[in-house]
């Protein structure tokens, strides 16, 4: 099982709550699968109505303060691995079987796993290509990473070596 971290990076955007829900929405089928333990939403604090949408999910709200919001979220993650994500972030079919195989697979070196993010920008695909390359040092929306990595703090040391997963997340 893995914990899902999704950050919000600006809750007051008008369709800010209607991208963390469509996340949140597609995020049931792997609880139902039993791959998805648990949510936590990160971000920057005060906003009663995303303390709403996470009281009626059932999600943990995680206050953002600034660095990786995926470490903040880690410490309130309940599972070994945690899948971050980015409001707005739909996974697409297949995605539970790869998880769930990556998960069961990992050995404790193993890095972290990276799901394809083929709507992202123009330097993220580069970064991407970059790490693929030579290892991340810092976790990314799109990545399955263990939640110890995140809290040993960021930058990762050494540098974790990245998996790319077959399945891919498109934005909503």
Avoid at 62 to 67: D, F, I, L, V
Avoid at 105 to 121: F, I, N
């Amino acid at each position: 099982m893995l914990s899902a971290v999704t950050f919000l990076a600006d809750p007051g955007a008008p369709d800010a709550i209607d991208r963390l829900a469509d996340t949140l929405s597609a995020l049931v089928a792997g609880v139902a699968a039993g791959l998805v333990g648990d949510a936590v939403i990160v971000a920057p604090p005060g906003d009663a109505e995303l303390t709403a949408v996470a009281e009626a999910t059932g999600a943990t709200l995680a206050a953002y303060r600034g660095g990786n919001p995926f470490a903040a979220g880690a410490a309130l993650a309940r599972r070994d691995w945690v899948l971050c994500l980015e409001a707005g972030d739909v996974p697409a079919d297949g995605w539970i079987r790869t998880l769930d195989r990556f998960v069961g697979t990992a050995r404790p070196g193993t890095g972290l796993g990276r799901l394809r993010r083929p709507g992202a920008g123009l330097s993220a695909r580069a970064v991407a290509r970059i790490e693929a390359r030579f290892g991340a040092r810092t976790a990314r929306a799109g990545d399955v990473v263990r939640r110890d990595n995140l809290r040993a703090g960021l930058p990762f040391k050494p540098r974790l070596r990245v998996r790319p997963l077959i399945a891919r997340i498109d934005r909503a």
